[in-house]
């Protein structure tokens, strides 16, 4: 009987949904990244002082056509982190790995592919909006990444 009330208990504090946004690299004069949609999950655990937040998301990277070389990048962003509220503002902070996917058709049948994880971090701020049992959220989120510095994730979530 506890196990199941303590299962209730942490199922109802668990929160889970789409996200949609863009991921816009802060840029130097030169630099080949452009804007890129994002999509992805991500969910939340609510405790009583902070929010455990984690987050899984797609981005086919947009480049600079003549910076490519012709090949097509992919990045997948894990990220776990905790975030809690400030009056209306719930900011946050936590670790993520960037994986990243370059791949380029050579001929018919034959491509090069090359991939990487990155070890990165991030700094969240945003305002959680209640619909009605639900929450949505819209979150900037500031990634430093070890393979090219400063990228900004602008995202909404709807946590069901």
Not at 77 to 93: C, E, Q, W
Not at 140 to 159: E, K, P, Y
Request: glycine share 10%.
């Amino acid at each position: 009987m506890l196990f199941s009330i303590a299962s209730v208990v942490v199922l109802l504090s668990f929160n889970v949904g789409p996200v949609l946004g863009a991921f816009v690299p802060v840029q130097e004069q030169g630099d080949p990244w452009r804007t890129s949609a994002l999509f992805g999950l991500k969910a939340r655990y609510e405790l009583s002082a902070v929010d455990m937040d984690f987050q899984l998301v797609f981005t086919q990277l947009r480049i600079d056509p003549d910076s490519s070389r012709g090949y097509d990048y992919s990045m997948v962003p894990v990220s776990l982190g905790l975030s809690g509220k400030a009056g209306f503002l719930r900011y946050g902070t936590g670790a993520a790995l960037y994986s990243i996917e370059a791949k380029k058709e050579i001929t018919e049948g034959l491509e090069s592919v090359w991939s990487g994880t990155y070890p990165g971090m991030y700094l969240s701020f945003g305002k959680d909006f209640a619909v009605g049992s639900n929450t949505a959220d819209i979150t900037a989120r500031f990634n430093i990444i070890n393979f090219d510095g400063l990228w900004v994730g602008l995202s909404t979530s709807f946590l069901f």
